[in-house]
């Protein structure tokens, strides 16, 4: 088994109160690491994570920010720098929002929503964090199979996510010289708040029969292609978008 060690430098991991994103910044609090994690409505979720996480004192810290605007994002770099007085080297592009629907009652604001959360956010951090970075940094995207294969259901959040596959790739070719790597993680059907009770049940259902290894994913599962990619042991990949998805698809 491989035991990442990211000698306390600074990770920021978007939307870590609670589901994946949590997951990720826990394994990263446990590989040695140091966390600003965001979140930015659901204040029961965020108790409960700083609750949950107050073993590792001051080495996480919990903000309120909506990744789609400028100014909450360029705070929390200066956030960070004040609170570990260490700039940020690993940005973790996780937040997002998916809202299941019937197409044709798919409005103009739900669409907006739907791209400022899941790509302007992205965007946003990602060229806040080349801005700020001397040399070296990693930036893990969590994109998703439905943009991949596109989705029936929410068609706005299938879009995002493959354009998010290619925004990691643009970032990998524009923070090379920089040694700045940007690859992506897509995930399958992974257990958490994202789907409500019924959504859930149905999916567990169709997972055991429709996906190879016949269940749905963890979040812990998808962290450990995070903690991969942003290591040291993936130092010549960039550019990649790794599935953690069971089998159900092979691109
Ligand atoms: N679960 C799956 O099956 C699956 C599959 C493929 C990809 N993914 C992707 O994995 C990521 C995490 O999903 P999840 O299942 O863990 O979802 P989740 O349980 O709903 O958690 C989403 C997190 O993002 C935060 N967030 C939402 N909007 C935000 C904003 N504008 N600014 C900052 N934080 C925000 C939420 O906090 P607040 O509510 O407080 O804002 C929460 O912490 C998403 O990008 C999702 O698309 C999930």
Same mark, same amino acid.
């Given at each position: 088994?491989?035991?990442?060690?990211?000698?306390?430098?600074?990770?920021?991991?978007?939307?870590?109160?609670?589901?994946?994103?949590?997951?990720?910044?826990?394994?990263?609090?446990?590989?040695?690491?140091?966390?600003?994690?965001?979140?930015?409505?659901?204040?029961?979720?965020?108790?409960?994570?700083?609750?949950?996480?107050?073993?590792?004192?001051?080495?996480?810290?919990?903000?309120?920010?909506?990744?789609?605007?400028?100014?909450?994002?360029?705070?929390?770099?200066?956030?960070?720098?004040?609170?570990?007085?260490?700039?940020?080297?690993?940005?973790?592009?996780?937040?997002?929002?998916?809202?299941?629907?019937?197409?044709?009652?798919?409005?103009?604001?739900?669409?907006?929503?739907?791209?400022? %959360?899941?790509?302007?956010?992205? *965007?946003? +951090? =990602?060229?806040?964090?080349?801005?700020? !970075?001397? &040399?070296?940094?990693?930036?893990?995207?969590?994109?998703?199979?439905?943009?991949?294969?596109?989705?029936?259901?929410?068609?706005?959040?299938?879009?995002?996510?493959?354009?998010?596959?290619?925004?990691?790739?643009?970032?990998?070719?524009?923070?090379?010289?920089?040694?700045?790597?940007?690859?992506?993680?897509?995930?399958?059907?992974?257990?958490?708040?994202?789907?409500?009770?019924?959504?859930?049940?149905?999916?567990?259902?169709?997972?055991?029969?429709?996906?190879?290894?016949?269940?749905?994913?963890?979040?812990?599962? %998808?962290?450990?292609?995070?903690? *991969?990619? +942003? =290591?040291?042991?993936?130092?010549?990949? !960039?550019? &990649?978008?790794?599935?953690?998805?069971?089998?159900?698809?092979?691109?």
């Amino acid at each position: 088994m491989i035991t990442f060690n990211f000698d306390s430098k600074i990770a920021l991991v978007t939307g870590s109160s609670r589901g994946i994103g949590k997951a990720i910044a826990k394994a990263l609090l446990e590989a040695n690491c140091q966390v600003i994690g965001t979140y930015s409505r659901d204040e029961k979720s965020a108790r409960l994570c700083r609750q949950d996480f107050e073993i590792y004192g001051n080495r996480f810290h919990l903000v309120k920010s909506d990744v789609s605007d400028r100014e909450q994002a360029k705070a929390l770099f200066a956030q960070a720098e004040a609170y570990f007085e260490k700039p940020i080297s690993y940005l973790v592009n996780n937040a997002g929002i998916l809202n299941q629907g019937d197409f044709l009652a798919l409005t103009d604001e739900q669409w907006d929503n739907t791209f400022a %959360v899941n790509l302007k956010g992205p *965007f946003i +951090l =990602s060229q806040e964090l080349m801005k700020q !970075t001397a &040399h070296g940094a990693a930036i893990v995207n969590i994109s998703s199979v439905g943009g991949q294969i596109g989705g029936n259901k929410a068609p706005d959040y299938a879009a995002t996510k493959s354009a998010l596959i290619s925004l990691t790739r643009s970032i990998a070719r524009l923070g090379a010289d920089l040694n700045i790597r940007s690859n992506a993680v897509a995930p399958g059907w992974i257990a958490t708040d994202i789907f409500d009770d019924d959504q859930l049940n149905a999916l567990q259902q169709e997972a055991s029969k429709a996906i190879p290894l016949k269940r749905m994913g963890t979040s812990e599962e %998808v962290a450990n292609a995070v903690l *991969f990619l +942003l =290591s040291d042991t993936s130092s010549y990949i !960039t550019g &990649h978008c790794i599935n953690v998805n069971g089998g159900m698809y092979f691109g």
